[in-house]
């Protein structure tokens, strides 16, 4: 069994180099029968991570969408496990993982599960999901199928520049989310690894149209320029005041840009206008912790602020940093009622204390921010949620690799 497993893997990765998008689905239902499954089917996770949608390309492309919330399929999403419908035929449902960052599920049917066959499911659900995101690229098909409507100019280029909303290693994981998806403005995040450091970026451009967009796509663009480079915080938002200043004169920009060296635990950042970062330790918020005295926006230009203040901060294991934009905090209900500050960490800490994996934390939070407006925001709402685990000695397999499925009736 493991050489044909091996053989109908090789035969779906030398295939998939020269496939288009659109044949993807078909490939993966085809290598699931090779494996002597029944069928396959890709669904991939909206923009908003409400729905999972139905890859085209397969007899499968006539499955309605299911939801995140409230179905086997959303659950295997959520928890990053295997889920198994009992109902005939049985349903294997497997998340579909780039790295830590989830991107949909496989749903895999078959008249009888085997130890074997589940292992052969797991293994393709990974083929998948790196074949997705390397085609993804070049292709307008997995954007459409993860889109519930067109977004705006803006919008599109803002998530154009975005990186994916999740990343880890062994010592380190942030994730973010950003709303409402479709008509962001002035708001974008940032964050990548790098020489043993994490870099962390959220900006908040004045204004909710394109020139916003504009002014927010400026600062990742030049906060990326000048840190591969080799540039320090400072020398970011130098450069990122200078080049708004130039481009967008009267346009100003608030921001916060941090570093953490992975094997210290030492964070850098600095707050240019923009709420103070907050530090989460043992499920608390550590009062004052990362805050300081305010600074000058970005596109004031030379004069204005002539140095920028590097402030520092050590780490502890296990410590989350949260980094937002006032959208979040100053989001009204139809009352008139801020989401709060202290209602967005409680959410955060309760969340996390649960067990709850950070990108699922921060899905449920941002739609309860959305509930708590109606679903109409009327700024823009940021958040990022990193936390530093230097030295785990957990051994257990990862969250979406769960050693047997569990079942639903």
């Not at 940021?382 to 530093?388: G, N, P, R, Y």
């Amino acid at each position: 069994m493991a050489d044909e497993m091996g053989a109908a893997l090789a035969l779906f990765l030398e295939r998939s180099h020269t496939a288009s998008p659109l044949q993807v689905a078909q490939l993966v239902d085809e290598a699931a029968q090779r494996l002597g499954m029944a069928s396959a089917v890709v669904y991939l996770a909206d923009v908003q991570e409400d729905q999972l949608v139905p890859l085209p390309g397969t007899d499968g492309q006539g499955d309605a969408a299911l939801a995140v919330e409230g179905t086997v399929a959303g659950w295997a999403y959520r928890t990053m496990s295997l889920r198994l419908s009992r109902r005939r035929p049985l349903a294997v449902w497997l998340p579909l993982v780039d790295g830590i960052a989830r991107i949909g599920v496989l749903r895999v049917t078959t008249d009888e599960l085997t130890p074997a066959l589940l292992d052969g499911a797991t293994q393709l659900a990974a083929v998948t999901a790196l074949t997705v995101v390397s085609k993804s690229g070049f292709s307008d098909l997995f954007s459409r199928t993860a889109r519930r409507r067109p977004m705006t100019t803006a919008a599109e280029m803002v998530w154009a520049f975005l990186p994916p909303r999740t990343l880890g290693t062994d010592k380190v994981t942030s994730t973010a989310a950003l709303e409402p998806a479709y008509e962001v403005g002035g708001d974008a995040f940032d964050h990548g690894l790098d020489d043993g450091r994490l870099h962390l970026t959220v900006v908040d451009a004045m204004g909710h149209d394109l020139a916003a967009g504009l002014a927010s796509a400026v600062a990742l663009a030049g906060c990326r320029s000048t840190r591969r480079a080799g540039g320090t915080l400072a020398d970011i938002t130098e450069r990122i005041d200078e080049d708004l200043h130039h481009w967008r004169p009267g346009g100003l920009l608030t921001g916060v840009f941090a570093h953490l060296d992975l094997d210290t635990g030492r964070l850098a950042w600095i707050n240019a206008g923009h709420p103070p970062p907050l530090l989460i330790r043992a499920q608390h918020v550590v009062p004052g912790a990362l805050e300081a005295h305010g600074e000058l926006p970005l596109g004031l230009g030379p004069g204005y602020q002539p140095s920028r203040t590097v402030h520092q901060a050590q780490l502890e294991p296990g410590d989350r940093l949260l980094l937002h934009t006032d959208g979040v905090t100053e989001a009204r209900s139809t009352a008139g009622q801020r989401f709060g500050e202290h209602q967005l960490v409680d959410f955060v800490s309760r969340a996390l204390a649960a067990g709850e994996p950070a990108p699922e934390a921060l899905r449920r939070l941002i739609h309860t921010i959305l509930d708590h407006h109606n679903g109409e925001l009327q700024d823009d709402a940021t958040i990022v949620l990193a936390e530093w685990h230097p030295d785990t000695d957990d051994t257990s397999p990862p969250p979406h690799t769960g050693t047997a499925p569990r079942s639903v009736l």
